[in-house]
């Protein structure tokens, strides 16, 4: 029952990033900009030495924090806390990079936009254990 519950939570979660991102297109009107599948385009290289800074201290937190859950017998909750806070510096920064850097600035109201879905998400599921998790 977990997996269906949590199967559809990332469905409808995907669903509202698709829909926010849309409404805000229209909104301030931002033009869709022409990228490939799962592709992470960094704006310069400045943006790719930060990301990559970025992505070996998130390697190396998340393998303190599953240690701790794992040999110290920590919560859960833990590692959701830890990758909540990855994802945010990894936002951040992404925002910030598009703002200042970018041809197109207006796309880091996206990035901010989907940011803030992900704080209110994040803090409603684990306020009212939505995913029965147990912490």
Sequence with gaps: ???LKLSLF???FSGGIWLLKWVLRKIFNIEKPKREWFSYNHINKLHEK???IV???TTIVMLGVLYTAIYQESTFIWFLVA???VAVV???VRAFFEWKYSDHPKEAILTLGELG???I???VVLQFDLLNIGY
Excluded: G, N, Q
Aim: net charge neutral; charged share 15%.
């Design 55 to 57: 992505r070996i201290v």
């Design 50 to 52: 930060v990301d990559r």
């Design 1 to 3: 029952m977990f997996w």
């Design 90 to 92: 990894d936002y951040s």
């Design 10 to 12: 990332l469905f409808v």
């Design 83 to 85: 990758w909540f806070l």
């Design 121 to 123: 998400v994040t803090a």
């Design 117 to 119: 879905l992900l704080v």
